[in-house]
């Protein structure tokens, strides 16, 4: 038994013992190197978790055959346009790679400029604290417009089901990992900056200010930001103290579950005069 043959007979052990790991990893690290504090026990966290299980009972329900199992069919039938030009394997898997992460990074880019794919993608942004559980923190129907484009993502390239595992595995480690409440050393983050998405380059994604929201929406490389002008260094505020989240969405009871999964079908609630960021923008235009 080849690698291959090897990660698609094992792909569900694999995907949840990567996923478990780096999460437990992650977790441990921001406790014992505190950018902000954020991952102390708080009631948020089991919203977010919840989330988590809810949507990938979903996933199982609404998609029976995911993004690999439709790989496996196109690519054995020659299809999508790795079935035109007969590239080696190692070539396509780190071009699918390469070439899912991109389009993860436009993807997030219209969730931030289409008013309803905003409404979805608020929940993200709505959580006040910032530590490894909000890398998890989505809207199921956020999740549903995310597969939907993995598939077409799929069916246009036609990539070996092997590539799609290993980009889907990347995927769900870097979310964890842009999300965890720690920092590098300055000269580690700016070598590790060069080629990923770091933390403290995602904790801006999360500040409260609306020009900070809009950038950074890489989730593996970092380079996509710099090449299509959405980079933003740091934010205006020191990131173990910046406010994170929304200004409109920060009373507990907009942050239970229940809250949480009816938000995008409300409207936004007037922010207090008194609010910490009087320039953020959260209106759904």
């Known amino acids: 038994m080849n690698i291959t043959q090897f990660v698609l007979a094992h792909e569900p052990a694999l995907r949840l013992g990567s996923f478990a790991l780096v999460l437990t990893l992650l977790a441990g690290a921001e406790r014992v190197w505190p950018a902000r504090g954020d991952a102390r026990p708080a009631r948020r966290q089991g919203a977010n978790l919840a989330l988590m299980a809810l949507n990938t ?32 394997d190692w070539l396509e ?116 200010l609306r020009k900070e929201t809009d950038s950074n929406f890489g989730f593996l490389l970092s380079g996509w930001d710099r090449l299509f002008g959405s980079y933003r260094n740091q934010s205006l505020r020191p990131e173990h103290s910046m406010p994170i989240g929304l200004d409109a969405w920060r009373h507990p009871a907009q942050l239970t579950l229940v809250a949480l999964l009816l938000q995008p079908f409300r409207r936004v609630p007037s922010v207090p005069a008194a609010a910490s960021a009087p320039s953020t923008d959260d209106t759904d235009a």
């Open 93 to 208: 898997i780190l071009l699918t790679v390469l070439l899912f992460d991109l389009t993860i990074y436009w993807q997030h880019r219209a969730l931030h400029v289409m008013a309803p794919l905003w409404r979805l993608h608020r929940v993200h942004h709505s959580d006040i604290g910032f530590d490894v559980t909000l890398g998890v923190r989505f809207h199921p129907l956020e999740i549903v417009v995310s597969m939907l484009v993995k598939l077409a993502f799929v069916a246009m390239l036609g990539p070996p089901a092997v590539a799609v595992v290993i980009a889907e595995v990347l995927l769900a480690a870097s979310s964890l990992f842009n999300h965890a409440d720690f920092a590098f050393h300055p000269r580690w983050e700016r070598v590790l900056r060069a080629v990923l998405v770091t933390p403290s380059m995602h904790r801006v994604h999360h500040s409260v």
């Open 57 to 88: 009972g979903l996933l199982r329900v609404a998609f029976p055959v995911l993004a690999v199992g439709v790989a496996m069919q196109i690519h054995a039938r020659g299809g999508g346009a790795f079935g035109l030009l007969h590239w080696p």
